[in-house]
């Protein structure tokens, strides 16, 4: 596609519920990144992808993230069992492999009530 | 640890003011500098960067200068536009990682009046 796109752009949820946000990168671009940005913790890194694989999960906050990535393109983060402090927006940015500049979503807006 | 420190907004200023928003970092190893512009209701943007010692990165009437020997990479313009209201990032990337594993600065909101 033309840019990084994420759906849905706004999700309320409730407390203990699991949320799926999804993230279609550019064509191309092998490499893709979550972050979360949040009030008080500013922009966090949290997982980058090559292709189908992750070898930099180190910005997950708990076991309760995870994410999968299918075809070396959309990849989803799942939070199970959603708590208040996951209310943030997260974003998702994608490069081509070796790129230098990262291309960003406008994000999900996650509410946990 | 790395880090990224920029100073707090909102920032406020007149159409055709100077601004200046000061970053300054700290990193293991030689990293490579960035600015990101968050326009209202858009996703973050590149506005400019540099990845070594004197580089100046510049866009959009935006300069900044990577200075190792003070460890920043302060943001200017010699004079904005109420479009240039805006949140800016600075972040760095360390060589040893992969590109889009930014770290940011906690953002600076500017707000420029007519």
């Known amino acids: 596609g033309a840019g990084v796109s994420q759906s849905p752009s706004n999700k309320v949820t409730e407390k203990g519920k699991d949320v799926e946000l999804r993230c279609d990168p550019i064509s191309g671009h092998t490499a893709l990144y979550w972050y979360r940005q949040s009030l008080g913790q500013g922009l966090e890194f949290l997982i980058y992808?090559?292709?189908?694989?992750?070898?930099?999960k180190s910005g997950l906050p708990s076991d309760r993230f995870s994410a999968e990535r299918t075809g070396g393109s959309v990849s989803t983060l799942t939070i199970q069992r959603t708590q208040q402090e996951d209310s943030a927006v997260y974003l998702c940015?994608?490069?081509?492999?070796?790129?230098?500049?990262?291309?960003f979503g406008q994000g999900t807006r996650l509410t946990v009530v | 640890g790395n880090s990224v420190t920029q100073m707090e907004g909102p920032v406020t200023l007149s159409e055709e003011a100077f601004l200046t928003i000061n970053c300054t970092y700290t990193?293991?190893?030689?990293?490579?500098l960035f600015w990101y512009v968050q326009y209202p209701g858009e996703g973050l943007q590149l506005l400019l960067k540099a990845t070594k010692a004197d580089d100046k990165g510049s866009n959009k009437g935006f300069e900044a200068t990577y200075r190792k020997e003070t460890t920043s990479f302060h943001l200017e313009k010699g004079s904005v536009q109420v479009s240039d209201s805006a949140v800016y990032f600075c972040?760095?990337?360390?060589?040893?990682?992969?590109?889009?594993?930014?770290?940011f600065g906690a953002g600076t909101q500017v707000v420029v009046t007519p």
């Open positions: 990193a293991t190893g030689y990293p490579s």
């Open positions: 940015a994608s490069s081509l492999a070796g790129g230098t500049q990262a291309f």
């Open positions: 972040a760095l990337i360390l060589r040893t990682d992969s590109w889009g594993k930014l770290q």
């Open positions: 992808f090559q292709g189908n694989s992750a070898p930099d």
